[in-house]
């Protein structure tokens, strides 16, 4: 009678221990390793990192199912010298499941440098949402290096059905106003206004709110699979689009001086 207690209580530890390491369902959000809160550490890892006064880093985006083409940008950026960070600008998986996301960290975890993740439509799909917080933080966050302002924010109107909540123009406004210790503004996002995945009946003022700020040097996108560059409303601020992984170019941004300038860098 013993030895089947010890016996039943055996297994029963085993298969306790073992639901720990399962993933039940592709669609899951996360599981037991599943990594957390990616930006606010790389973040703190870049603030943490001395450097000169110039400001260099990678333009990237649409990593999704491109595995091998990330490899090789990685590859090409850690070759590169004087590079702060790269932001990852959206579509950072395909179907929005954990898995992707993952297998995206592994691969972009091995740069030399901090990478920092924004979030894409299709990172909104499935259970993407719950991922991408878990893994990587606030759809909307913002950090100061070197004096400049980096206003990160989610313009994936399509996944709200165009419901006037994205982008979130108050929380920009707030972000994007005079803030002592902030010499200038970039702003970084997945989908470009004017793309027929943004809220186009918010478009006028979105494109108000990022020009008018003070300082504001460009605005950086993905989401096209193509690079372009365009300057709306008045006309001075470059709206910079950087062409998909798949296509294995990215862009270079360098701030020095208070200016900015970009170049496309193939690999």
């Known amino acids: ?35 957390r809160d990616l930006n606010n550490k790389n973040i703190k890892r870049l603030l943490e990192t001395e450097g000169d006064d110039t400001i260099r880093f990678v333009l990237s985006g649409d990593s999704q199912r491109e595995y091998s ?17 790269l932001f990852l600008a959206g579509d950072i998986s ?57 206003v990160c924010h989610n313009t994936n109107s399509r996944e709200k059905a165009f419901d006037g909540t994205i982008p979130n123009l108050p929380w920009l406004k707030e972000q994007m ?9 970039v702003t970084v996002a997945h989908v470009p206004p004017g793309n027929e995945d943004f809220d186009n009946s918010v478009k006028d003022e979105y494109i108000d709110v990022l020009n008018s700020s003070p300082n504001t040097l ?7 699979h193509r690079e372009d560059l365009f300057y709306p409303g008045a006309g001075k601020i ?30």
């Open 69 to 85: 083409n990330s490899k090789a940008l990685v590859s090409a950026v850690n070759k590169m010298k004087g590079i702060d960070f």
């Open 218 to 224: 460009a605005a950086l996108y993905a989401h096209t």
């Open 238 to 267: 470059p709206y910079i689009v950087t062409d998909a992984i798949e296509h294995r170019q990215f862009v270079l941004v360098e701030i020095s001086n208070g200016k900015l300038t970009f170049e496309t860098i193939r690999y």
């Open 94 to 150: 395909d179907f929005g499941l954990v898995q992707e996301m993952e297998w995206i960290d592994d691969i972009f975890s091995r740069l030399q440098v901090p990478y920092i993740g924004v979030i894409g439509n299709h990172d909104m799909v499935a259970n993407g949402e719950r991922a991408y917080r878990r893994m990587f933080g606030d759809f909307n966050f913002s950090f100061i290096y070197k004096g400049v302002k980096f």
């Open 177 to 185: 106003s005079y803030e002592e210790g902030v010499n200038a503004y």
């Open 1 to 35: 009678m013993v030895k089947n207690i010890i016996c039943v209580l055996l297994v029963l530890a085993l298969f306790f221990v073992a639901c720990n390491e399962l993933e039940y369902s592709p669609n899951q959000a996360f599981d037991n390793d599943t990594p």
